[in-house]
């Protein structure tokens, strides 16, 4: 099992960066991982992810702004969040998808992102 723990979260202003980290407790290399966010009242909705060749995807609302990124060395996964806007706002959660066992996925706990002035 992986355990997943999201961190860097908080409150920027609109235009503000932040940059997210989520630390895994084992090995990632054969897991496509992902980010994604759950704002109030809303359904949970990719971000963004990436496979285990570095090959990238991203939801069209944050293309050009965000970048999502990994080093399996160790067992880590990024999200750099720019030109951050107010409808970013929401909870950010990590997970993971093993790439040859489908019921092999996780999620970590989530980190919140506000973006107010």
């Known amino acids: 099992q992986v355990q997943l723990v999201e961190s860097g979260g908080g409150l920027v202003q609109p235009g503000g960066s932040l940059r997210l980290s989520c630390a895994a407790s084992?090995?990632?290399?054969?897991?496509?991982m992902g980010w994604y966010r759950q704002a109030p009242g809303k359904q949970r909705e990719l971000v963004a992810t990436?496979?285990?060749?570095?090959?990238?995807n991203y939801a069209d609302s944050v293309k050009g702004r965000f970048t999502i990124s990994r080093d399996n060395a160790k067992n880590t996964v990024y999200l750099q969040m720019n030109s951050l806007k107010p409808e970013d706002t929401a909870v950010y959660y990590c997970?993971?998808?093993?790439?040859?066992?489908?019921?092999?996925?996780?999620w970590g706990q989530g980190t919140q992102v506000t973006v107010s002035s």
């Open positions: 997970n993971a998808d093993h790439v040859a066992f489908s019921g092999l996925r996780y």
């Open positions: 990436i496979s285990t060749r570095d090959s990238t």
């Open positions: 084992g090995n990632i290399w054969l897991y496509t």
